[in-house]
Structures are given as structure tokens and as C-alpha cells.
């Protein structure tokens, strides 16, 4: 989602697909702003940029506050525990890929070495072509089209964070480059788009989207741009959207004293069982929680959620723990030793004891010696 709204704030070449969608999208905000007449719209726009005005009496966190101090609140963004399908497609392909190639380059090897066996017959060679030309193209295909879809989820930052601080009166994004890199708004510039006189049938839950407008367009087909977080998980209905906005909007206008503690901060430590869990709610961006309607479901399709996060576990593993840049940490009054050793320690951790996991599993599989490492290492 993140990807489709820096996307659609480029230019693209003229006749590609995501030009068309860009056209499309333009020509239908045009008839929509015609059947407003100007008139519902703006009053809308003026109900939603009111960042003074109370939209709910209680407070929620949302269970989305990774950080909160005095200074500033960081948050989750919707999409980070949405992940894993990617990775465990393209983990299947490179499972195949991979002993496929070096059996290949195995065989063809024997040949050039050792001629006398057989190896120059006209199958041999005819299969061996065969084979080296597929490896090529799919390894083409790969890596010129396919990895960059997998850009998404892996080989990128593990999380994007918004960050609302109250001393600078700035909303921080911290996203990789290809999603729009890491921007700084005014939070009076910042619209929520929630009407606080909705009732709750008639609203609906899912993610807090906030936004702001853009001078940075390169779009040719619309004449302005915004820029969208989706703030926090998905909320089961509208009262409780009106009530996780409220708990920042509180933060930001009232000070850190106004709003509780958070109830549980979010773990930034990949887990095997936390990414199972998560890839189990079901929750979908409406605020439909299927996992917690249909616990049948989620009981039947267990074994689809333990491979399915596996795969959101690696795709954690094959991606790395950002932070913000140092004027922002400066701005929020981080430590930086404490940053420092955070940064280093979310990043290499993991892979180590996800190692140490593996090799208890393998020896206990194998009964051998779990200390046998340290035994190479010449450990006593």
C-alpha cells in the first residue's frame, strides 16, 4: 500500500500501466469533486483538519506504540505485520532453483573433466543446454522483475515507524527510499479524515490513515500530491479508530501526563512463534478481525499459518532494524550509546540465535552433541 502511494506520485512513462492507473485515478477524483460541487467537500476538509477538536472521550492505544517518552511517540504502521507471503513464494523458487543449478554445474563439470565417459553424446549435450539456458532465464526473470516485488518485504528495513514528536510539533516517516524515504511534516498539516459525529454503525474500523499535502508532485495527471501513513493495527470499529486517534492527538496537543502508558509496547525482536501469531488474525483492512469470528478457521488452516510464518519470520531475518537520522534523534533527545547499542543489537542478534535454534533442532533430529561447536572451537 505504502508502495502504490509513492507510486502513484511519480512520473512514469507515457502508455506504461502505472501511467494509465495514475490517469485513471485523476479522471475519477474530477468527476467526484464535480458531483460535490465544491460544497459537502470543503465542509468535510474542515471538519477533518481540526487537530483542537476532542473525537472520542476514551483513549486506546491500539497496541501500535513501539517507544513513548515525554518527548515523542513512535508508532507501527499497518502493513509491517503483512508480510511473509513474498518471501515464502520466492523462498520456494530459490529452494528449487538453487540445487538445480549447482547439480547442473556439478554434471556439466564431470563432463569437461573426465570427456572419456560419455559425457559428449549428443542427450548430453542437448541436456545440458537445455538446462543451463532455463537456469539463465529464470535467474533473469529473477532478478530483473521478480526481486524487486520481493524489495518489498525482504532486503529492506524490518518496520516503517511513524513518529509523533510534541516539542517540534513534527510527524515523522521512516521508510526506505522506494517508499518515499524519511519526511518530516507539521502536525497542523497533518489530516486524520475522521468526523467525530459519524455514528459507529455507520463508520467502519480498519487503519488510521493521516496524510498531508505535498509541493513535491511529479505526477503530470493530478495537479497536487499527498503523502499517507497507515498508522497503528486495524481497529475493530469506528469508535475504536476515534479513540486510537484521540490517544495521539491527546499526546500531541495535551502533553505525554494526559495519556496512559501504554499497555504493552511492541516487541522489536523478531520471534518464530510472535510471526505465526500474527500471520493468524486474519484481520483485514476493514477492521473485519476473520481470526477472531471464524476460530475454526484459523484451527484448519494452522498448517498454511506455521509455513506462512516461517516465511514472515525470514523475510524479518533477511531485512534490517532502520532508525531515524540523527537530527531527528537529536530533535527527540535519544541517547545516542542507547540507539547504538538498540541498532546493534536488533540487527545481529537474530540471526544468531535463530542459528543456535537451528543447530539445538538439528542435533536433537540427529542426536549428536549440541556442544559440539564449541568443541571445534577448541572449547573444553
Known amino acids: ?78 502493513n509491517d505485520d503483512k508480510r511473509g507471503l513474498l518471501t515464502m513464494v520466492f523462498g520456494a523458487m530459490l529452494y528449487g532453483l538453487i540445487p538445480f543449478s549447482i547439480t547442473t554445474a556439478t554434471i556439466s563439470c564431470n563432463i569437461f573433466i573426465d570427456p572419456t565417459a560419455g559425457g559428449f553424446e549428443v542427450e548430453s549435450i542437448l541436456t545440458g543446454l537445455v538446462s543451463w539456458s532455463a537456469i539463465v532465464a529464470i535467474a533473469y526473470a529473477f532478478y530483473r522483475y521478480l526481486i524487486e516485488i520481493w524489495h518489498l518485504e525482504a532486503f529492506t528495513m524490518r518496520r516503517l515507524v511513524v513518529r509523533f514528536n510534541r516539542e517540534t510539533r513534527k510527524v515523522y516517516f521512516l521508510r526506505p527510499t522506494f517508499l518515499g524515504g524519511v519526511k518530516a511534516y507539521n502536525w497542523e498539516n497533518i489530516d486524520a479524515a475522521l468526523p467525530k459525529d459519524m455514528p459507529n454503525h455507520e463508520g467502519m474500523g480498519g487503519m488510521l490513515m493521516i496524510g498531508t499535502r505535498v509541493a513535491d508532485n511529479q505526477n503530470p495527471h493530478s495537479p497536487f500530491a499527498t503523502d499517507v501513513a497507515y498508522v497503528g493495527n486495524a481497529c475493530r470499529d ?9 490517544y495521539i492527538r491527546r499526546f500531541m496537543e495535551d502533553g505525554a501526563d494526559t495519556v496512559p502508558a501504554p499497555k504493552r509496547l511492541r516487541s522489536k525482536w523478531p520471534n518464530p512463534l510472535r510471526s505465526m501469531l500474527t500471520v493468524s488474525r486474519l484481520s483485514l483492512p476493514g477492521g473485519f478481525d476473520l481470526g477472531r469470528m471464524f476460530l475454526w478457521l484459523r484451527l484448519v488452516l494452522a498448517p498454511v499459518f506455521f509455513i506462512w510464518g516461517l516465511g514472515h519470520y525470514a523475510s524479518l531475518l533477511l531485512s534490517y532494524e532502520p ?50 561447536p564449541w568443541l571445534w572451537l577448541g572449547g573444553r
Not at 490517469?23 to 477533518?48: F, H, I, T
Not at 487537530?51 to 515523542?72: V, W
Open 1 to 78: 500500500m505504502e508502495w502504490l502511494q509513492a507510486m502513484g506520485s511519480r512520473r512514469h512513462t507515457l502508455g506504461s500501466w502505472m501511467d494509465s492507473v495514475q490517469r485513471d485515478v485523476a479522471s475519477k477524483m474530477v468527476v467526484r469533486e464535480a458531483k460535490l460541487k465544491g460544497k459537502q467537500l470543503a465542509v468535510w476538509q474542515g471538519r477533518e483538519t481540526d487537530l483542537k477538536e476532542i473525537r472520542a472521550e476514551t483513549l486506546d492505544d491500539n497496541n501500535a506504540i513501539y517507544c513513548k517518552t515525554s518527548t515523542y511517540l513512535d508508532i507501527c504502521t499497518y
Open 238 to 246: 469506528y469508535q475504536h479508530l476515534l479513540s486510537f486517534w484521540e
Open 323 to 372: 532508525r531515524f537520522p540523527k537530527a531527528i534523534r537529536v530533535a527527540s533527545h535519544e541517547s545516542e550509546a542507547r540507539s547504538l547499542l538498540a541498532l546493534l543489537g536488533y540487527n545481529l542478534l537474530p540471526p544468531l540465535y535463530t542459528a543456535a535454534g537451528l543447530w539445538l533442532w538439528f542435533a536433537w533430529q540427529h542426536d549428536l552433541d549440541w556442544r559440539l
